[in-house]
């Protein structure tokens, strides 16, 4: 079992819809939460860190259930801009390394 | 501000071929990574740095050598080409542990192996 899954899509939504994005992991102890956004052919960036208070950025808002090792993207009012590969990304206990999830692809359609 | 830079951008090699992939960051920051991106799997941590002097192996390091003599360099050696390590390589930097701050990616380098 991988250490953090995502299911790969690709998702492909109209712009304005709303769409969701989730995300497991296994080591419960693990430390910190993020989601990162990549570009085709580019390097990965920071969206967004996750808190168990869940946590929101414009239009998007990150939740994170720790009970159930459960971490999602949620994005509204989807633009063409949003067209990317989404990133879950944990620590470990220690803090010190990332594991990446394999990313979930998103299309946004006119 | 450059951030964190590679080089090359490209690069293609033999099967036994040894290269040093180069990395860079003028942020002043304590820790700097290594990882290889395949299709379908993420971004796989090689080596890191908690600074100058110091390193560690990530979750697959074998095939990979590391050294930091400075804050600002963190170069990645390939000992001996082989072709599973056809990949993209990003370096990476931040001012702190990986859980305390972002971590600012550099543009990789696309690497085959023949």
């Known amino acids: 079992r991988k250490e953090v899954e995502q299911d790969p899509g690709p998702f492909n939504v109209p712009e304005g819809a709303t769409v969701a994005f989730n995300c497991t992991y296994s080591?419960?102890?693990?430390?910190?939460f993020f989601w990162y956004r990549q570009d085709c052919r580019k390097e990965p960036k920071l969206l967004m860190s996750?808190?168990?208070s869940g946590n929101e950025d414009g239009r998007f808002t990150a939740q994170l259930n720790r009970a159930s090792q459960y971490i999602s993207l949620l994005i509204r009012d989807s633009k063409l801009s949003d067209s990317a590969t989404y990133l879950c990304?944990?620590?470990?206990?220690?803090?010190?390394?990332?594991?990446f999830g394999g990313g979930t692809r998103l299309m946004v359609k006119p | 501000n450059a951030g964190v830079t590679q080089t090359p951008k490209f690069q293609v090699l033999k099967t036994g071929q040894s290269m040093t992939l180069q990395c860079a960051q003028d942020m002043n920051h304590e820790y700097m990574s290594w990882y290889r991106q395949d299709p379908g799997m993420g971004l796989r941590l090689i080596h890191y740095s908690v600074g100058a002097g110091i390193t560690d192996q990530g979750e697959v390091p074998n095939g990979y050598n590391v050294s930091r003599s400075t804050t600002e360099d963190f170069p990645l050696r390939l000992l001996s080409a082989a072709p599973s390590q056809t990949s993209v390589y990003f370096c990476?930097?931040?001012?702190?542990?990986?859980?305390?701050?972002?971590?600012?990616f550099g543009p990789g380098t696309r690497l085959t192996v023949l």
């Open positions: 990304v944990v620590t470990n206990n220690a803090g010190n390394m990332l594991t």
């Open positions: 080591n419960s102890a693990s430390q910190s």
């Open positions: 996750v808190y168990s």
């Open positions: 990476a930097s931040q001012a702190a542990g990986p859980g305390t701050d972002t971590q600012y």
